[in-house]
């Protein structure tokens, strides 16, 4: 698999990152870890590492803790293995009930943060994260606060870089104005279906509403600022490779053109669809969310798609359910 080098780091990591959201068994938080579930994480590695990929993609949530805890299990088992990956993990989300009579929200303060790392690295088996993101922005947060979480876990080795998830422009930027170090990485939902990043590009000045998520600058900070943008949810999760009857036309439209652009080109619609992803001069990195190895097999063939400017186009007019303005 293609290898890029990582943004201010010294890292060089695989062009599609693996994401680790699909393992521990579900979100069930009653579920154990059983033969079964640790399996399908030792099945799912080795098909990553098969592909040549090295980048996993971690949030201490995934699976309330299970993601984190059987991909460790498999680190444990493979010794020498840790020092070739690149992981990284998330905190910042906090589910109800945890501790018991609190509501869902999103916590920065530094202790949860400090906290939160530890449970990773232990669930991990790892003395280390290549890198940590902030998961969702908290409200309530204070960016001192952060940098001084951050200061800490860079000075105990715990954490070698750190970036960011969810955030738009001018919340990168504030949290970049208290931090030594430059963040490396921002990750988004980014797809053909979720495309707010490329409507945002093709929106100025128009009379029709602009897409309403905050995508402003983001695209242009991130590449002055050398900030990778990591693209979470690359696939809409399989919506427009099943079957689609039924669904918004502008789905059926994508649908039926990335099955065709599949069949022209003899790969799978996987590879057209993350191809769209890949085309952008941006460099995204998408973050592959299926646990099955056949599929990340029929994903990893997005690295042999080259689209045309034209095949780009088209795709995007589909998912957009209209024409360029
Ligand atoms: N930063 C954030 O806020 C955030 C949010 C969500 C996710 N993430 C990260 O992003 C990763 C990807 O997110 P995602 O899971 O939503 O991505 P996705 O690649 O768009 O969707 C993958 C999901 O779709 C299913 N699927 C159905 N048909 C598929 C097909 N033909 N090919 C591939 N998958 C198909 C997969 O099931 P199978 O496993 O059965 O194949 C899996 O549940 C996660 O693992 C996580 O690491 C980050």
């Given amino acids: 698999m293609k290898a890029m080098p990582l943004p201010h780091t010294n890292l060089v990591g695989s062009r599609l990152i693996l994401g680790c959201m699909g393992l521990g068994g579900g979100w069930d938080p009653q579920t154990v870890i059983d ?18 990929a090295n980048f996993f ?74 890198i940590l993101l902030l998961h969702r922005p908290d409200v309530l947060w204070e960016p001192q606060e952060v940098a001084e979480a951050f200061r800490i876990l ?20 504030e949290v970049q104005s208290v931090l030594p170090d430059p963040l490396v990485a921002n990750q988004v939902q ?33 590449r002055k600022n050398k900030v990778q943008l990591q693209a979470w949810s690359p696939l809409d999760r399989g919506v427009l490779l099943g079957d689609t009857a039924g669904k918004p036309e502008n789905v059926q439209a994508a649908s039926l053109l990335v099955n065709k652009l599949a069949r022209e080109k003899s790969v799978s619609p996987e590879a057209v669809q993350l191809a769209w992803l890949l085309k952008h ?40 359910g209209k024409p360029m303005p």
């Fill in 190 to 222: 980014m797809s053909l279906m979720h495309h707010g990043f490329a409507e945002t590009s093709i929106s100025f000045n128009q009379e029709s509403p602009r897409y309403p998520d905050g995508w402003e600058g983001v695209i242009e900070y991130c």
């Fill in 57 to 130: 993609d971690h949030a201490n949530i995934y699976a309330h803790g299970r993601a984190e805890d059987v991909f460790g299990r498999v680190l444990h088992d493979r010794p020498g293995l840790r020092e070739k990956l690149i992981l990284q993990s998330k905190v910042g989300i906090r589910w109800a009930g945890n501790p018991a009579g609190s509501p869902q929200r999103f916590d920065f303060r530094k202790q949860h943060i400090l906290e939160a790392v530890d449970g990773i690295l232990s669930r991990l088996q790892t003395s280390w994260i290549d």
């Fill in 281 to 320: 001069p941006s460099g995204i990195q998408p973050v592959l969310g299926t646990s099955k190895p056949e599929r990340l097999r029929a994903c990893a063939q997005a690295l042999d798609v080259e689209l045309s400017h034209e095949e780009w186009y088209s795709l995007f007019a589909a998912a957009r």
């Fill in 154 to 173: 860079k000075e105990q080795g715990k954490v070698k870089h750190f970036g960011v998830s969810n955030q738009n422009r001018f919340q990168m930027e």
């Fill in 35 to 52: 033969a079964q579930t640790i399996r399908e994480a030792q099945n799912f590695v080795d098909a990553g590492l098969e592909l040549g």
